[in-house]
């Protein structure tokens, strides 16, 4: 039993495979750059999270500051874009 293919057959076949190709590449890029920024904003939020713990044990008794506006330096950062 032999098979045939024509030179239609063969090209179809590499349209297809083309097409598979382009698709898995362009989701696994996507892919990666969802987890690298997904990584960016939890930094970003983990350095906010300590400043503002730091600015909370600022605020005691003792030392009301609630009238002041304290600088806070991670805020001037950019957020990640998503």
Do not use: C, Q
Not at 10 to 17: D, G, I, N, P, R
């Amino acid at each position: 039993m032999t098979f045939r293919f024509t030179i239609r057959d063969l090209l179809w076949l590499t349209v297809v495979v083309a097409t598979a190709l382009g698709l898995g590449l362009g989701w696994w890029r996507d892919h990666h750059a969802i987890k690298a920024r997904t990584a960016a904003l939890v930094e970003h939020a983990k350095a906010l999270h300590e400043e503002m713990s730091v600015a909370r044990s600022n605020l005691t008794d003792e030392n009301p500051t609630f009238m002041r506006v304290p600088y806070w330096p991670i805020l001037d950062d950019p957020i990640p874009e998503p």
